[in-house]
């Protein structure tokens, strides 16, 4: 079972280091985008803030209960991801919008890049839109605008999380709250803080599985995931930024019989302001240790547009 969860990790990490870079088009400020505006910062009214992210996730190796590692055949996960958000409020505290989720999954050690042949081999593949997510972003204190919170309700577009031993994306409900903080470092604007904790709440029927194949509930049913992450960013320029963060996640079941497990990840990646609202990312994260997990390495791509 160790594999099967790999692909909620890797998006979970991925998606956390995208947001340290993060910056909304504050043009009331001037100058960078990307240095003058942080992910806790929110759109002016009836700004649009549209980010597709990229994350590719490889592994080899998966850890026991006992945080022990040994080879496994490799397995594969891609997950794209669009957010938009568009901003209701003068006073830049209120974004409203939606997250929607395209998964390709491959197994049983086929290669990295066959998650892009979307060719749903029986056994080894499987892909197709998997969730959308009514989202709402707000800064809860006036005098504290550099700390947000994101809530979503992660609503399932799949039938069941398993169908012929690949898992493809949860099959339940989830309640999503990020906290989003930063803190510049001295007054150059060179260095950045920011920090994020991620908490997920899963809804949802035990997993069962038919005679078909396929399966019913879900792996995380009655659980919490617990994220935070520390990052730290550098800018050689204003339109250029280095960053290295360290993140840790924790799944919590409330049931007696429930699965845990967590999982520790460091990275590093850059962005690059290429027009004035138009912004590129990569970024590379390693798994280093675990229990009951998949390890593995993960490659990212990302661009975002503030109108």
Do not use: C
């Amino acid at each position: 079972m160790k594999k099967i969860f790999t692909l909620a990790l890797a998006t979970l990490f991925t998606i956390g280091a995208f947001a340290q870079e993060d910056t909304d088009n504050d043009q009331d400020q001037g100058g960078s985008v990307i240095q003058n505006l942080t992910p806790s910062k929110l759109i002016g009214k009836g700004q649009v803030d549209v980010k597709w992210f990229n994350n590719l996730f490889t592994q080899t190796r998966v850890a026991d209960a006992n945080g022990d590692v040994s080879a496994a055949p490799r397995g594969n996960f891609f997950t794209s991801t669009l957010d938009f958000f568009y901003g209701v409020s003068e006073n830049r505290r209120v974004s409203i919008g939606a997250i929607l989720e395209f998964r390709s999954n491959t197994v049983g050690g086929r290669g990295a890049f066959d998650v892009f042949s979307f060719d749903g081999e029986r056994g080894s593949a499987r892909s197709g839109l998997t969730s959308i997510a009514p989202s709402i972003k707000y800064v809860p204190f006036a005098s504290l605008s550099n700390f947000s919170i994101q809530s979503s309700i992660v609503i399932p577009l799949i039938d069941s999380e398993f169908e012929n031993g690949v898992f493809l994306d949860e099959d339940a409900f989830v309640l999503q709250n990020r906290f989003f903080y930063d803190l510049p470092l001295g007054t150059t604007k060179e260095w950045q803080l920011f920090f994020d904790v991620n908490t997920e709440y899963n809804f949802g029927d035990d997993l069962v599985f038919t005679d078909d194949g396929r399966s019913e509930g879900s792996f995380a049913s009655n659980s919490l995931r617990l994220t935070p992450g520390a990052f730290l960013s550098y800018f050689p320029t204003s339109k250029f930024t280095a960053q290295v963060f360290a993140q840790h996640f924790q799944l919590i079941s409330f049931d007696d019989d429930g699965f845990e497990q967590d999982l520790t990840a460091v990275g590093a990646g850059a962005k690059y302001q290429l027009t004035e609202s138009l912004n590129l990312e990569v970024l590379w994260s390693y798994f280093a240790r675990g229990n009951d997990t998949g390890l593995g390495e993960s490659y990212n791509f990302g661009l975002r547009y503030v109108l």
